[in-house]
């Protein structure tokens, strides 16, 4: 018998905060309509729709992206635990289990990969961007000194990031935040860090809008796209 759907803290998390936006109606019937999984994860739907981030980000982009390339990664994930260990446990579970692990990289890629993309979905948001406010403005200051200093260190990754890979906000042990790019689907949270915000810099992200200027999509995300209130919302104490 098909085990239910398995929910991670994590992705409770996510979800909850799309949902506190408003912008999910009905998780359960989103979920079943979005996913006919078959097996233990499911595509969580996107926190807003697929046209909402034009001009940063075209719906087609969005529809391949989130439609194709996500749903790909949870379906190979479906079918590389199936019948293992690895079956029951959350998603982030499977990643740390597998984080370096050359006997099971396939099944870290897809379980990385799923893991990043719901990051990513939940980093950004319609007519966000720009400098953030409250709490998570004081951390960036405590640790980069300034805000633009935070952005050139963040968009410098994303632009270096040489094939593909993430650029990342994360916060470490010792509360200090961090700039750091992860190659293909390695992730900081498989390491221990508290992630708080991500760009995903795969081709598959941009290409069909900006081409080869990846410095244009990252700038316009971090103009127009980040999700602070999320960010904030990640933020361990
Ligand atoms: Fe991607």
Aim: some cysteine.
């Amino acid at each position: 018998m098909r085990p239910p759907p398995r929910v991670t803290i994590t992705r409770r998390r996510l979800i909850s905060a799309a949902l506190a936006a408003g912008s999910m109606v009905s998780l359960g019937g989103a979920r079943r309509a979005l996913s006919q999984a078959s097996g233990p994860f499911s595509l969580p739907p996107l926190p807003y729709p697929e046209d909402a981030l034009i001009p940063v980000i075209s719906s087609t982009t969005i529809g391949f992206h989130y439609g194709k390339h996500h749903r790909a990664y949870v379906d190979n994930l479906n079918k590389a635990v199936e019948g293992t260990d690895l079956a029951h446990k959350s998603l982030e579970d499977i990643v740390k289990a597998t984080a370096g692990d050359p006997a099971r990289v396939g099944v870290f890629n897809n379980a990385a990969q799923d893991w990043n993309h719901i990051f990513y979905w939940n980093s950004m948001r319609p007519n966000g961007g720009g400098a953030p406010n409250g709490a998570i403005a004081d951390r960036v200051k405590d640790s980069f000194g300034d805000f633009a200093t935070f952005r050139q260190e963040f968009a410098t990754a994303a632009v270096t990031q040489f094939g593909s890979g993430w650029a990342w906000l994360v916060q470490g042990q010792d509360k200090k935040l961090r700039v750091v790019k992860t190659a293909n689907a390695d992730t900081p949270m498989a390491r221990g860090l508290t992630c708080l915000l991500t760009c995903d810099v795969w081709e598959h992200a941009y290409y069909l809008d900006y081409q080869n200027r990846r410095p244009d999509y990252v700038n316009a995300w971090l103009d127009k796209l980040v999700n602070w209130d999320f960010a904030s919302r990640q933020l361990a104490q």
